[in-house]
């Protein structure tokens, strides 16, 4: 039983435009999402949070938005830049655990 | 170093051999986690220790996985009578995260574990 799905397994989109990726989550328990970013032979490296008390938060060029009553998320890049490729992972806790839910991951590629 | 550290960064072994896999995680990160990433996955939960304790173990597969962490700091993952399917990349993560409170947490590089 997948709880948290990323149903694009692959993105690409030309630099300076914006990139949208997309997350499903099934699980209402569900207080806390987080996108991390993973290049190949290194761990995941956190991006963006956001609280179930909130439908959106902006870092720079890195926004998510939740909604709640769709159990959908999406991370909003922009612009995207060739160094933004690679593959982004949605992931999903609660109870206060930190215990994460990972999707499969979308791999983005941003050509130049 | 500031972050995460995980050794080896890569081990095969021949199946049924026994495994160790370390974790170094961010001094004074109360909170450790095990994941393990198969090809083309996202990470999978194993097992969090809050402090010395596993806080929740419900991830791993079967009894051959066991994981430790004596002191509250380093953590170490081990894995009896290794199978082919074992093979996967080994994630550790910690957090300064205490109950009630939820917090992003930093990944190590991982240990590539191939079963031969």
């Known amino acids: 039983d997948q709880q948290v799905k990323q149903n694009s397994p692959s993105l690409s989109v030309q630099e300076g435009r914006i990139s ?53 998320l999406s991370l909003h890049i922009v612009p995207s830049q060739p160094g933004d490729s690679a593959v982004y ?19 983005l590629q941003v050509k130049p | 170093g500031a972050g995460v550290s995980q ?16 974790c170094d995680p961010i001094s004074g990160h109360t909170a450790l986690y095990w994941y393990r990433q198969s090809l083309g996955q996202g990470p999978e939960f194993l097992i969090y ?10 991830g791993l597969p079967n009894d051959r996985f066991f ?35 939820n917090t992003e947490a930093f990944f190590g590089q991982g240990t590539r574990l191939t079963v031969v």
């Open chain 1, 20 to 72: 949208i990726l997309n997350c499903d989550y099934t699980n209402s328990m569900f207080d806390y999402f987080l996108w991390y970013k993973k290049y190949p032979a290194e761990g995941p490296t956190f991006l963006i949070s956001i609280s179930s008390i909130k439908d959106k938060n902006e870092d720079g060029r890195f926004t998510v938005f939740l909604n709640k009553s769709a159990k959908h």
């Open chain 1, 89 to 107: 992972f949605c992931a999903a806790s609660g109870s206060n655990t930190g215990k994460l839910i990972f999707g499969q991951g979308t791999t």
């Open chain 2, 7 to 22: 050794t080896p960064s890569n081990k095969v072994t021949e199946k049924g051999k026994y495994v160790e896999l370390r």
């Open chain 2, 49 to 58: 220790f809050q402090g010395t304790g596993a806080a929740d173990d419900s």
């Open chain 2, 67 to 101: 994981a430790v962490r004596p002191e509250g700091s380093v953590s170490t993952l081990k894995i009896q009578r290794t199978e082919r399917g074992d093979s996967a990349v080994y994630l550790c993560a910690s957090s300064p995260n205490r109950q009630g409170l």
